[in-house]
């Protein structure tokens, strides 16, 4: 059962983004590679990066810069979707920002049972 987030940033005037989705510091070294919160990281195949207008961006053409990102991974761990934050999104607080273990591996179990 994913936990809700602390805050959605629709309520300050952005886009409803889906539970689970975590927050990082993005930059693109030279796609697929990444670079997340100073470590490095690989995109997904047919990882989807969208624009503050929410337009898809391709990785090449901002390869180089930072940017502040809401992101989902994939069920190998890769970036699957990540959304380039506006300004006002960008004020909306997220758990994942304040807890960088979420952002390494956002999957977690509730699973009690011995599995030895």
Known sequence: ?????TQNESMVGGRTFPIGTLRGKFMVLSAPDVELDGHADRLAPGARIRSEQNMLVM???IAGQKYLVNYTRDAAGLLREVWILTPGEASASRE????????IWPFTSNDTLNTQ
């Not at 920002?97 to 979420?102: A, D, E, T, V, Y």
């Open 96 to 103: 994942s920002l304040n807890k960088p273990f979420l952002n």
């Open 1 to 5: 059962m994913p936990r809700p987030q």
């Open 59 to 61: 990785a090449g053409s």
